[in-house]
Nanobody
Framework: QVQLVESGGGLVQPGGSLRLSCAAS????????MAWYRQAPGKERELVAV???????NYADSVKGRFTISRDNAKNTVYLQMNSLTPEDTGVYYC???????????????WGQGTQVTVSS
């Protein structure tokens, strides 16, 4: 069984910062891409940032220059440093991992349970 556990969400004032973490555990052979998504109330889930196994990154235009995604492969953990937060960043943030459970070439997509980020004064 594989689990992704997120932490670090909360309430922050506009202009503030938060750092999200997501740790993957269980029967993991290797992890390919890791990503953060978010879902605002009444909106569809959207990709925020993605990082490959060799640390290439890509960001949504709305967060470029403010958010930084990183990973620690030894800990199977992905991070999202969020700076200069605005109310438009409010939502539930989910991590996602594309991983292998063995060397058979089959990839699986797993999701975390989500962590709430609220930006408000």
């Amino acid at each position: 069984q594989v689990q992704l556990v997120e932490s670090g969400g909360g309430l922050v004032q506009p202009g503030g910062s938060l750092r999200l973490s997501c740790a993957a555990s269980g029967s993991i052979f290797s992890i390919n891409d890791m990503a953060w998504y978010r879902q605002a109330p009444g909106k569809e889930r959207e990709l925020v940032a993605v990082i490959t196994s060799n640390s290439n990154t890509n960001y949504a235009d709305s967060v470029k220059g403010r958010f930084t995604i990183s990973r620690d492969n030894a800990k199977n953990t992905v991070y999202l440093q969020m700076n200069s937060l605005t109310p438009e960043d409010t939502g539930v943030y989910y991590c996602n991992a594309l991983l292998q459970k063995s060397s058979n070439g089959v990839y699986y997509s797993y999701w975390g349970q989500g962590t709430q980020v609220t930006v408000s004064s």
